[in-house]
């Protein structure tokens, strides 16, 4: 018998996405959520929310991924997924579903997915007539040395406007 994987399905822009069911704490609606913006910090990071008692930073996949921005919907979701150091909501165009995938059907990416932002794929899940990249949360996350400064929203000295 194969092993089965269950993962999270979401959609960020056109691209079906999907994480570990594991690393998902909860998904979480926007009604009723105050998110407090934080200046000068990247461009992605939308603001931090109280999360009964925590203090949880909302990160924008869309930025992040450098997609355009997009006004929020009665579909847009925050997945709240555990990281190396505590908690992060990711804001998502749409959450699917739970998919149970077999081990079999997740395989390697191919050698030509090679843009900017595949240092964060870490497989490719078929699931039916579909194809999901499951995510590196961790690498989502992680800012890595060298990024470019002005993927900050706030402006700089010198900066003119």
């Known amino acids: 018998?194969?092993?089965?994987?269950?993962f999270v399905i979401f959609k960020v822009g056109t691209?079906?996405?999907a994480v570990p069911i594991l690393k998902v704490?909860?998904?979480?609606?926007l009604k009723g959520i105050r998110i407090t913006e934080v200046p000068n910090t990247k461009k992605y990071v939308v603001g931090i929310m109280n999360?009964?008692?925590?203090?949880?930073?909302i990160m924008d996949l869309r930025m992040k991924f450098r997609m355009p921005k997009k006004k929020m919907?009665?579909?847009?979701?925050?997945m709240i997924v555990n990281i190396q150091d505590g908690s992060i909501g990711f804001l998502v165009d749409s959450v699917s579903e739970v998919a149970r995938i077999p081990s079999g059907d997740i395989i390697d990416p191919p050698e030509e997915v090679s843009d900017v932002d595949s240092k964060y794929i870490t497989?490719?899940?078929k699931y039916d007539d579909r194809v999901f990249i499951i995510l590196d949360v961790d690498m989502v996350v992680s800012d890595k040395p060298g990024e470019p400064d002005e993927m900050k929203s706030g402006k700089g000295e010198g900066d003119i406007g």
């Open 73 to 78: 919907d009665d579909d847009t979701r925050i």
């Open 15 to 17: 691209e079906e996405y």
């Open 123 to 125: 497989k490719i899940a």
């Open 51 to 57: 999360l009964r008692g925590e203090v949880i930073p």
């Open 1 to 6: 018998m194969e092993d089965i994987n269950q």
């Open 25 to 29: 704490n909860e998904i979480i609606r």
